[in-house]
């Protein structure tokens, strides 16, 4: 009976604590899409936000004497802290991880006279085929930011904020292939050493994003 008690008290105390937690919510747009994050009080002045977003870009990208078509889908997830200095303030400092699974989808399409020119060389479409790749990058990337808005300070209810900061996600992994090449293995041969040639070009092209910027306006609501 004694302990049946204890067990009733305990789980009174932890409906009441779950109660009286703040809980707050936020559908987000920027840089890093469209998102949505979950804020939870870790301390005082210290919020916690786990959230999700996804961005779908597609553009063209000349890297040497090549033209890209790249498909991308930016889908992050991030794990933040929000670290406000003043008690009462809106101001805060962010710090956190972001999952980055980013990757494009690369089709190279030859020229107006339907040639390729790879490392200096020149080929026909038919001779090439299907010149494709993917370009991704490091999968935990560091967040450093600053931003406004807590969503836990306010009475039930909406409330406005932002994020202006960003994640280190280092040298670009790229891998390009000829898909379908129709001549004599020699030449093959050739193309895939000039294939190899452009793909390190291209690598070094898209590590020029090593740090990717986050602008990102929010609409957050307390539970």
């Known amino acids: 009976m004694i302990r049946f008690s204890l067990l009733l008290g305990a789980a009174c105390l932890m409906t009441a604590g779950a109660a009286s937690a703040q809980v707050g919510a936020s559908i987000d747009l920027g840089s890093t899409g469209v998102g949505a994050h979950l804020v939870l009080p870790v301390a005082p002045g210290l919020n916690g936000r786990l959230g999700l977003n996804y961005f779908k870009h597609d553009f063209k990208k000349r890297?040497?004497?090549?033209?890209?078509?790249?498909?991308?889908?930016?889908?992050?997830?991030?794990?933040?802290?929000?670290?406000?200095?003043?008690?009462?303030?809106?101001?805060?400092?962010?710090?956190?991880?972001?999952?980055?699974?980013t990757r494009f989808d690369a089709t190279a399409a030859p020229d107006q006279l339907g040639t390729f020119r790879l490392n200096g060389s020149q080929y026909s479409a038919a001779d090439v085929?299907?010149?494709?790749?993917?370009?991704?990058?490091?999968?935990?990337a560091p967040y450093l930011g600053i931003g406004w808005g807590n969503a836990l300070t306010s009475e039930r209810g909406w409330s406005f904020g932002g994020d202006i900061g960003a994640f280190y996600q280092g040298e670009a992994r790229v891998s390009l292939r000829s898909v379908n090449c129709t001549v004599a293995?020699?030449?093959?041969?050739?193309?895939?050493?000039?294939?190899?040639?452009?793909?390190?070009?291209?690598?070094?092209?898209?590590?020029?994003?090593?740090?990717?910027?986050?602008?990102?306006?929010?609409?957050a609501y307390r539970f």
């Open 63 to 101: 890297s040497g004497q090549v033209e890209y078509d790249l498909d991308g889908k930016l889908q992050t997830a991030d794990a933040l802290l929000d670290w406000y200095p003043s008690a009462g303030n809106s101001f805060r400092l962010t710090a956190g991880v972001v999952y980055n699974n």
């Open 129 to 140: 085929g299907i010149l494709v790749g993917k370009v991704d990058f490091r999968k935990a």
């Open 185 to 219: 293995s020699v030449l093959c041969e050739r193309l895939a050493r000039d294939v190899a040639a452009e793909q390190a070009r291209l690598a070094g092209d898209a590590s020029d994003y090593k740090v990717y910027p986050v602008l990102r306006a929010s609409l």
